[in-house]
């Protein structure tokens, strides 16, 4: 069995640097009886640094929730994938729906785009860290549109990506089951078959030794209750985790609920 990742998007929900690094090193304390597992924490670019320093000398990496596409130069207000490395970070989030180009509550939130998701990838991969990258419908329909959403989110990310597969992992997240309760968290059995459906289209770009290897995650309303359930079906070797994650008690029920 693949050993579990379990990474923890903190996403805008962590302000404060000293709550941050709290944070970090509850789960560190917490690390060592956790060691058939790897963590990965996300916090926010400006706490890298003290979260990365906090959680040294334990089996917890740290990475940032998306870097910028452009490696160098005048681009004001971008972070790089070096500077982040730099400062602590050995992974990157690409491509996460909350992201990627779309409107939310009527302003169009980020900007992300298959061009842009791919200058990221390219720009993680030439600094050395380690991808986790996210694809997910916005919705579902019973004709299965979403299985070619996924396919071709798969394929236009990883078009240039080197076919080793190394420092890779994807991370399944449907946009519908994100911010949600535990209950509307994508079902067990639906999970299955796109987890089967994703590895199959890694086959197609990969080597097929190769596309067994890389981890495939769940991200969309996982906390300790339904955590367990959901990798019950073998399809998937761990979360990416919101809302759960940002508190160290309901992140390390979870923790238990998956040992
Ligand atoms: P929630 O766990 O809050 O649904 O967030 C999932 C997610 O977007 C992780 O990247």
């Not at 209750?225 to 940002?246: D, H, I, M, P, Q």
Request: with cysteine; net charge neutral; aromatic share 6%.
């Amino acid at each position: 069995m693949k050993k579990l990742i379990i990474a923890g998007n903190w996403k805008l929900y962590i302000e404060q640097v000293e709550e941050a690094k709290k944070l970090g090193l509850a789960l560190k304390r917490k690390a060592a009886s956790f060691s058939g597992l790897d963590m990965v924490l996300f916090p926010p670019a400006p706490f890298i640094s003290a979260v990365a320093a906090g959680v040294k000398n334990s089996s917890i990496a740290v990475g940032a929730q998306t870097i910028s596409s452009f490696e160098e130069g005048a681009h004001t207000g971008y972070i790089s994938a070096r500077t982040v490395k730099d400062v602590g970070a050995t992974w990157a989030l690409v491509g996460h729906s909350e992201r990627r180009a779309q409107m939310l509550d009527g302003i169009k939130a980020a900007a992300e785009t298959e061009e842009t998701i791919q200058a990221e990838m390219k720009a993680a991969e030439r600094a050395g860290l380690k991808v986790i990258l996210c694809v997910g419908e916005e919705e579902r329909d019973p004709s299965g549109a979403h299985f070619a959403t996924i396919a071709r989110q798969l394929s236009s990310a990883l078009a240039h990506f080197p076919k080793s597969g190394a420092k890779l992992a994807i991370a399944y997240e449907p946009v519908w089951a994100i911010g949600k309760s535990a209950a509307e968290a994508c079902k067990p059995a639906d999970l299955e078959e796109m987890a089967i459906f994703i590895r199959r289209t890694l086959s197609e770009l990969f080597d097929r030794t190769i596309a067994t290897k890389i981890p495939i995650l769940y991200g969309g309303s996982v906390d300790a209750t339904n955590a367990k359930e959901l990798l019950g079906t073998g399809g998937v070797s761990g979360f990416l985790v919101g809302r759960a994650s940002t508190d160290a008690k309901s992140f390390i029920e979870l923790l238990h609920a998956v040992r």
